[in-house]
């Protein structure tokens, strides 16, 4: 198990000024070559604030009119929140990400999740974010196998009894990871939040499901056994809101935007990328959303297990909005 410890002091919406700077300040720079923006003429700029204000003039439907200030004004394509939701106030604390080696045994692995949330809570965290499917290997002929039956309570999930009992205990906030859930007659990827009183906060089905084929790499369909969720998921805890994802949603730029508009401080993507996907598009991927909307991104993996049937990528990570890692599992 490797468990990784942040101070999140700095977890504030960096000021306008800030944001729309191209500096970055980081004590490892990714590349020892500057790198300039060029300059825009300002005629180019003319043409294209006439071109936006002709569109406004010709443009009367709500959903056209989206789309085209998302083509010409990025910002305006921010809507405000459904519901006037208020976020809570942000402190200074501490985040626990627990890279976890998974086995076929769920008893095992719970104990093994169990251990690690409490290290991280002895070291200081105040919320503690699990891999996605920690609690069994990640397949589909294993998926059926072990679901847990979230809503009937903590005899038909002990997975998320144990996340309950300990969130409880130590006054902490915990972003589950995920496992499988079955609801009736359909299984969905599932990661559940608690808060510091034990009680479940939120429960974030797997949108976008992983359905990939790449020639002599890997093939997997999630969607063979999984059923796709229908809503985004953000939650106000007692360390801030923050908005989840799993894996494959963090692929999906406009879900972080939705978080973004809503207010989150914070998004929690707990993923299993693999061997193939993992070094093209992992720390990418969490560096874009993190840098577009401004915000800090954890994400959380199972440990890579190279005997496995599915080997994950590993590398769990928290990078800030100004795209600089403030800590990693390898």
Sequence with gaps: MKSSLVSSKNLIRLQSAISRSFLQHSSKPISQTPFFIPIIPTNTINLYNQRYQNLQF????????????SAFKPEQARLPPALPLSSPPLTKFKIGICQLAVTPDTERNIQHA???????????????????IWNSPYSNDGFPVYAEDIDAGHDASPSTAMLSEVSSRLKITVV?????????DKLYNTCCVFGTDGKLKAKHRKIHLFDIDI????????????????????????????????CYDIR???????YASRGAHLLCYPGAFNMTTG???????????????????ATCSPARDTGAGYVAWGHSTLVGPTNTYLNFCM
């Design 176 to 184: 589950g990871g995920s496992i499988p859930e079955r609801c009736g």
């Design 215 to 246: 020639p002599g790499k890997i093939t997997f369909m999630e969607s063979k056994t999984l059923t796709a969720g229908e809503t985004p998921t953000i939650v106000d805890t007692d360390v801030g809101r923050i908005g989840v994802g799993i």
């Design 252 to 258: 999906f730029q406009e879900l972080a935007m939705i």
């Design 58 to 69: 010709q443009i009367r439907s709500n959903s056209t009119s989206i789309m085209s200030s």
């Design 279 to 297: 070094p093209l598009h992992w720390e990418l991927l969490q560096r874009a959303r993190a840098v577009d909307n401004q915000l800090y991104v």
């Design 114 to 132: 169990r251990e690690a949330i409490e290290e991280a809570a002895q070291k200081g965290a105040q919320l503690v974010v699990l891999p996605e």
